[in-house]
């Protein structure tokens, strides 16, 4: 039972306009486990270096969350430092040191190559598509990806695309991909490539999901206080898949709740720094605010 | 009966990457009055020049719009030339010639004073509140303005707003007039000087309404087909004010319909060059599309 998320776990420095963090705990796979791990068992692979502290272990322990594929090799972790301006939109990436992350090679444990559920983080499409095929059959695929691979390794990542259920990209990486200003015929092109269906998370905005059948657009959750972005999509994704996993629902219906219940906790997850507002989170907290969300959105009919 | 509004008539020439017209009809009020115009009686306060042809004020009458108090100067008519990139999303201004609509000083006629519904389109400040204190005592005043005024003229901007029930502004807008880059954090600023509501529009990400009550977040109607965005803001305003005041209703679920219904309104104006849409709308059509917008954005309880 569970979900398996492949991605990375790193070691994040933020500068925003609110402050400074230095090394704190980051990375796709992070994110989308403590997110995720409200909702379900979720198993880690990732790697990190001989500096990853044991107490980030027993905090994903602690969380339920099982990384018994969290590698630790030898060398240092992956670092990421970014910077956010005032409006918070966008990352401008400072410094990147890959480390012992150039050379994650992630390799299924037996005991994991039967989840049902699998999410495949921002990784090359090469090492997405690896994974896949260690896996014996799961019932959900869904997968992140970024621009640098759609213009780097477009080949591969359509072949990984082809295999998938589930894209959950952003709405400049979808029109990038599909090579179409238009985002929802952007997104029909996508939707003939492979994936069922098709999550655009637009930031402050919302997301939209695509598929065959429907059209779902959800308003993000209005914040007054926005301290940190970092982390939102895979906090998105990860209260997503977390809740289709939870439940077992795949149909119109589950999809858009477990939209929203991504958004949720991506709403959570910005307004504080890093995982600290992941960290403390209560399923309460989460209900109510999914309820929040119902009466931010709907109308009566005519 | 119906809504007063007060804005401009123009001709617009428009070049867009899917094509270019010359001189056809534009301006906040014409806008305005044929989205309203599906809704309840509308009648116009604005001025034209001689070249004004007696078709368009044929064809206004025609959608049921009363033109008395459209007058036609000695001069010529506003004309605007604007150009969009191929995102569509913001107009570039190539040339504005105010021509006749320099010297507009809105009366209004004694049969327009009782009106119940008034729509201040975009104009000096000054003259917005001309108009409304020549007004006996609308039951609603709803209010546009731009970054000029909130930039020349913030003082009488803010003696107008504080006799404004209802805001309607975009998110670039709201953000300047209250110096404050947090949108909600703005919206709560700007509701401190008087307008019971505010509605930020947000082009192609939808729309926020805000009040002391109840915040409403409705997505803009997904289109594989966006021609010429010129006249949205105003075809959104129209018809929400146009649905209010053919209803009735000022309370929160009225509110939440009506911006659902101006959503639609922009919906149509969008998808054609210059007004074309709105000139030959049914409303059945336009109840399809609300009921569309329910599918678009309802999900379940949990």
Chains 1, 2 share one sequence.
């Not at 621009?147 to 990209?169: C, F, G, M, Q």
Request: aromatic fraction near 12%; charge should be negative; glycine fraction near 8%.
């Amino acid at each position: 039972m569970g979900i398996l998320v492949v991605g990375s776990v790193a070691f994040d420095s933020i500068q925003t306009p609110f402050g400074s963090h230095e090394e704190i705990l980051g990375g796709s796979a992070s994110y989308f486990s403590l997110a995720a791990s409200y909702f379900t068992d979720v198993h880690i692979v990732a790697v990190v270096g001989e500096d990853f502290p044991d107490k980030y272990f027993e905090f994903f322990q602690k969380k339920g969350i099982d990384t018994s594929a969290l590698g630790r090799e030898k060398g240092k972790t992956f670092r990421w430092k970014g910077e956010y301006g005032f409006d918070l939109n966008t990352a401008k990436t400072l410094r990147t040191d890959l480390n012992v992350f150039s050379d994650f090679a992630p390799k299924i444990r037996p005991e994991h190559r039967n989840l049902d559920y699998l999410f495949l983080g921002n990784i090359d499409p090469d090492l997405q598509r690896s994974v896949l095929e260690q896996m014996a059959r799961p019932r959900l695929v869904a997968c992140d990806t970024m621009n640098y691979w759609i213009e780097h390794k477009p080949e591969a990542l359509r072949r990984t695309l082809s295999l998938v259920d589930l894209l959950i990209i952003n709405d400049a990486e979808t029109r990038e991909l599909a090579r179409e200003p238009n985002l929802i015929r952007a997104a029909r092109t996508i939707l003939g490539w492979g994936p069922q269906t098709l999550v655009v998370k637009r930031g402050e905005y919302g997301a939209l999901m695509m598929n065959s059948k429907s059209i779902f657009g959800a308003p993000a959750f209005p914040l007054e206080e926005v301290y940190d972005p970092t982390g939102a999509g895979d906090s998105f994704a990860g209260g997503l898949v977390g809740y289709l996993a939870a439940t077992g629902g795949l149909d119109d219906a589950a999809l858009r709740r477990a939209i929203v219940f991504g958004s949720v906790m991506a709403s959570f997850n910005v307004s504080e720094f890093g995982t600290n507002r992941l960290a403390e989170l209560t399923y309460p907290e989460i209900e109510a605010r999914y309820r929040e969300f119902r009466r931010l959105t709907h109308f009566d009919d005519i």
